[in-house]
Nanobody, 115 residues
Framework: QVQLVESGGGLVQAGGSLRLSCAAS????????VGWYRQAPGKQRELVAT???????NYASSVKGRFTISRDNAKTTGYLQMNSLQPEDTAVYYC?????????WGQGTQVTVSS
């Protein structure tokens, strides 16, 4: 059974930083792509960043240069380092792991940035 457990969300002031973690189990993590998505109230879920099994990264333009996605295959964990956070980054952040055309989702972690 695949499980994704997210952690690291919270309340931070504008300009601050947070690091989200996504611990995966029950999946061949090293050959999976990892992504982070977010959903703000009243808005659709949107892509934040992805990292392929080979380490290729992709970012939404709104976070490029501020957020960094990474992975540790030995720990079967994905990370999202978020710097220079702004109020518009406030959302529930979801971890996504994709393997063999199947998507798995975490439960989400709330990130709130105060101005």
């Amino acid at each position: 059974q695949v499980q994704l457990v997210e952690s690291g969300g919270g309340l931070v002031q504008a300009g601050g930083s947070l690091r989200l973690s996504c611990a995966a189990s029950g999946i061949m993590f090293s050959i999976s792509a990892v992504g982070w998505y977010r959903q703000a109230p009243g808005k659709q879920r949107e892509l934040v960043a992805t990292i392929s099994s080979g380490g290729t990264t992709n970012y939404a333009s709104s976070v490029k240069g501020r957020f960094t996605i990474s992975r540790d295959n030995a720990k079967t964990t994905g990370y999202l380092q978020m710097n220079s956070l702004q109020p518009e980054d406030t959302a529930v952040y979801y971890c996504n792991v994709k393997m063999a055309l199947t998507n798995y989702w975490g439960q989400g972690t709330q990130v709130t940035v105060s101005s």
